[in-house]
């Protein structure tokens, strides 16, 4: 066959596959950083253009509605509201409560993708935070629940240098 003859017929041969779109759980390298950066900044809220509500972010996040659809948020529910805002209806502002659902779906997939070599009491990516018990009073030792909790305590210096 001539090169003029495949040139001719590229069109014929099968394009490449398109990448696989990501599991809402995981986060890109950008969001990542963009996490770890907040440590400095503090909470963004959402991006320009973003005009959910705190009720929308939280149906649309498995790792979020997972959270706040278990006890595990009771002991580190207020101490996070100081750090990513207030996502309940105690907030009257519906702007502030989205950014705040926004922020605090942000760090929970980054917990969630921290990797589990550095987080062993957890699998990572599984669109949990692991490792809570008790209904969230006690976390197991080096997990993604014993992060959450340090994240509650220190904001987000607790995730500055973690490896995902």
Same mark, same amino acid.
């Given at each position: 066959?001539?090169?003029? +003859? ?28 963009? &996490? ?17 509500? @705190? ?11 997972? +959270?706040?659809?278990?006890? /595990? ?10 750090? &990513? ?12 409560? @989205? ?7 942000? &760090? ?11 987080? /062993? ?10 490792? +809570? ?11 993604? @629940? ?6 509650? @305590? ?11």
């Amino acid at each position: 066959m001539s090169i003029a +003859f495949l040139r001719s017929n590229l069109s014929l041969l099968p394009s490449a596959p398109k990448p696989l779109p990501l599991p809402p759980h995981y986060m890109r390298m950008t969001e990542q950083q963009q &996490v770890r950066n907040m440590a400095e900044t503090g909470p963004l809220g959402r991006p320009a253009g973003d005009h959910r509500s @705190a009720e929308r972010i939280i149906e649309q996040s498995s790792t979020l509605t997972h +959270f706040l659809g278990t006890c /595990d948020h009771y002991e580190v529910g207020d101490n996070l509201k100081m750090h &990513v805002g207030d996502w309940t209806a105690a907030n009257a502002s519906p702007e502030s409560r @989205a950014d705040a659902a926004y922020n605090l779906d942000q &760090v929970l997939r980054f917990i969630d993708n921290v990797d589990e070599r550095t987080l /062993d009491g957890s699998q990572e990516r599984s669109g949990v935070v692991e490792g +809570f018990s008790n209904y969230g009073y006690t976390t197991q030792e080096n997990s993604e @629940a014993h992060l959450l909790k340090q994240f509650s @305590a220190a904001g987000y210096s607790a995730l500055r240098n973690l490896p995902t």
